[in-house]
């Protein structure tokens, strides 16, 4: 499947990178109720804004991946020369911006051509030394009389009810230090998560007048009805549910908050000035600049506030899971929508916070909890592109059983590069070679380059054997958060945001999944996709990683083969017995053809390639199967049996048919050069 994995963005008419977000955390959708209690546009009176209609032009923007040249340098396109920090993200992600929504220099312009700048900015930067002045007078004060532990509860409080008074830039600062171990302490982490869904909505009227102006029609020329309430608000903007006129379908309207952009500049404006004052701490406890930490906060806000984006992201989504059944994503009517409106298809599910709901729509639990785990898993490790912030109130259980995602605003992005370190870290992991696990850490930009892993070492082998010491069937990630906390937080190491946010993810879409069935056993789902890909994704990156699992300081390892191969077709079993495959709305929704088989096809001709062309790999087999001075023919023969049923003969040798004329001329080209390197 071509899936839309976002490296480099090229803008269009909004000169902005790929990623998006909004403002309100449960879009799209929300519970199953009926339209009763809507507000008809019959009886409403008020003044209206005249306007012309807006058109956006969302999802104009293209995707290359990250060009290197010869030498190694890579090219970032036109970035601001003064910006270190920003290249340094550039690098760190593997991506290139052409064009970006935010910088430095562009925050700095922005705020100080508007009429009255500076008494704002002397205001607002008074306003915010003062406050959290006194707060952080008060932690130095417990620290002083010996009772900072004691009043950690009442303090993390205090910090959160400060920055909702502070206003939507420090809701939004607050909700990312919620998933930042790295700068705050967990306990203050597990406060300020309550930031992610109490956020007061403001007037209807404000909001239907944007519409009306982002629109440039009346409401009741395009929607016959609209909720009389919010379903859902953040801090960037809210949630209306409506109905279209034309064609009698509900949407789901979502409204950015009045005037929310110049107070974002300045703030930002602020932090970042703020920040250079803690340079020092900030390189002593994360290895970077506190500017940095900045620079990628508002790099993301920026993009929130620009709902063209969420729409591009929704179009992403829509064509990364266009063949695949069992997900559901809404569609986004682009003409409806602009920079500060998003109309999109309303979804019809069941909250995942209801089990019982789930239960009595008779949707099959461990099915629909097997969907949700191998959708996030492939956003994360196939696409790359992953919904950053599924938190119940954005994940819905289809009545078919497949899984509904909504509010595409916050997602985040990995480069191929990227992914293939993660990939490398769980090789690593598999090998139990913590070095290079920690080397992984510096290449995914948790440390800085030139750190030294050797303290880190220790700590990474006591966490990961720790997890694992009940056993696989006990192994959860919040128990390994929760240690690699304690380890971010002591260790100079900095969690970038874009895993901050796959740490949200994992741990987000584990908890419902202990709500809805508390037994449920998030790897025994996970190993198998993983498997699964390792075997027949003809990647050559996975190849090699492949090879690297089966092969263990130079030994092959048989029985991690024939694992793989057990768990691999233990995935295919599950999807291809899903019930959200047997809905019967989906048999007329489109022709997809279901795999209820392991295919190897690829794996077997790539397999006979390697044994072929490649002599290391040759004398590593031969080895394998004349080990300790002996054929093992009993193990070929158990491989055997386990695929036996799962490849069509027919099939793999049209295929290799088909590859037959390639491979006489590679095993040509392989003669000529050893003839020539003899010579």
């Known amino acids: 499947m071509n899936s839309v994995s976002v490296n480099c963005t090229r803008a269009a008419p909004f000169p902005a990178k790929h990623l998006s977000s909004a403002g309100a955390r449960s879009v799209a959708g929300q519970r199953n109720g009926p339209s009763e209690g809507w507000t008809s546009f019959d009886y409403r009176r008020r003044v209206r804004r005249s306007g012309r209609f807006r058109v956006s032009n969302a999802a104009t923007g293209t995707r290359r991946s990250l060009a290197s040249s010869s030498d190694g340098e890579i090219g970032f396109g036109k970035l601001s020369k003064s910006s270190a920090a920003m290249e340094q993200l550039d690098f760190e992600r593997g991506v290139c911006v052409p064009f970006r929504k935010y910088t430095p220099e562009t925050v700095r312009n922005k705020v100080l051509e508007s009429n009255g700048a500076v008494a704002s900015l002397i205001s607002r930067g008074v306003e915010i030394v003062w406050t959290l002045g006194l707060y952080w007078s008060t932690l130095m004060y417990d620290c002083f009389v010996g009772r900072d532990q004691e009043v950690v509860p009442k303090r993390a409080r205090q ?167 069992t997900v559901k994503i809404p569609d986004v009517y682009k003409q409806l929508s602009g920079p500060r409106v998003l109309v999109m298809e309303w979804i019809d599910g069941v909250r995942c916070t209801n089990p019982q709901a789930i239960r009595a729509a008779g949707i099959d639990v461990n099915g629909f909890l097997t969907v949700g785990v191998s959708a996030a898993l492939r956003q994360l490790l196939e696409f790359g592109l992953f919904h950053g912030d599924p938190h119940p109130g954005n994940v819905f259980a289809m009545r078919d059983g497949r899984i509904g995602y909504v509010d595409f605003g ?107 069935q508390p037994d449920f056993k998030f790897l025994e789902v996970a190993y198998p996709y993983v498997a699964k890909r390792l075997l027949t994704d003809p990647n050559p990156a996975l190849r090699e990683r492949l090879i690297q699992v089966l092969f263990k300081d130079g030994v092959f390892q048989w029985k991690r083969l024939e694992n793989l191969i057990v768990l691999a077709k233990e995935n295919v079993s599950m999807m291809s017995n899903n019930p959200a495959l047997q809905a019967k709305e989906m048999q007329g929704l489109r022709e997809l053809q279901v795999s209820k088989k392991l295919d190897l096809t690829d794996t077997i001709k790539d397999g006979a390639r390697l044994f072929i062309f490649d002599e290391g790999i040759r004398r590593k087999l031969i080895l394998a199967l004349t080990e300790d001075s002996k054929l093992h023919i009993e193990e070929l023969v158990d491989v055997y049996r386990l695929v036996e049923d799962q490849i069509d003969i027919p099939t793999v040798a049209v295929e290799v048919a088909r590859d037959f004329p390639s491979f006489v001329r590679d095993v040509m080209l392989s003669w000529s050069e050893s003839v020539l390197t003899d010579r």
């Open 410 to 516: 916050n997602v985040a992005v990995l480069s191929q590069q990227n992914k293939q370190i993660l990939i490398d870290a769980v090789v690593h992991a598999v090998n139990e070679d913590y070095v290079e696990m920690a080397n992984d850490f510096t290449r995914l930009g948790f440390l800085a380059p030139g750190t030294d892993v050797s303290p880190i070492v220790p700590a990474l082998e006591a966490i990961w054997q720790n997890s694992l010491g009940k056993g696989l069937s006990d192994f959860n990630f919040r128990s390994v958060t929760g240690k690699f906390n304690e380890l971010v937080y002591n260790y100079p190491i900095r969690i970038p945001e874009r895993f901050s946010l796959v740490i949200r993810s994992l741990l987000t879409q584990e908890g419902i999944c202990f709500t809805l």
């Open 159 to 325: 910090l959160r009810n400060l920055l909702c008074d502070l206003g939507p830039s420090f809701i939004k600062a607050g909700q990312v230090l919620a998933n930042r171990p790295d700068i705050i302490r967990e306990d203050y982490m597990n406060e300020l998560c309550i930031l992610q869904d109490d956020v007061p909505p403001f007037p209807n009227q404000v909001a239907f007048d944007i519409i009306e102006e982002e629109l440039g029609q009346p409401l009741e020329a395009i929607f016959s009805k609209i909720s009389p309430q919010t379903i859902a608000a953040a801090s960037l903007g809210q949630v209306y549910r409506a109905t279209l006129r034309d064609t009698g379908e509900d949407v789901a309207i979502k409204v950015q908050r009045p005037e929310i952009e110049p107070i974002i500049y300045r703030d930002l404006f602020l932090f970042r000035n703020l920040a250079s004052f803690l340079n020092g701490i900030s390189l002593q406890k994360l290895g970077c600049n506190a500017e940095l930490i900045v620079d990628e906060f508002g790099e993301k806000l920026l993009e929130e506030l620009d709902y063209t984006l969420e729409a591009r992201n929704i179009e992403d989504f829509l064509e990364n899971f266009k063949d695949d059944p």
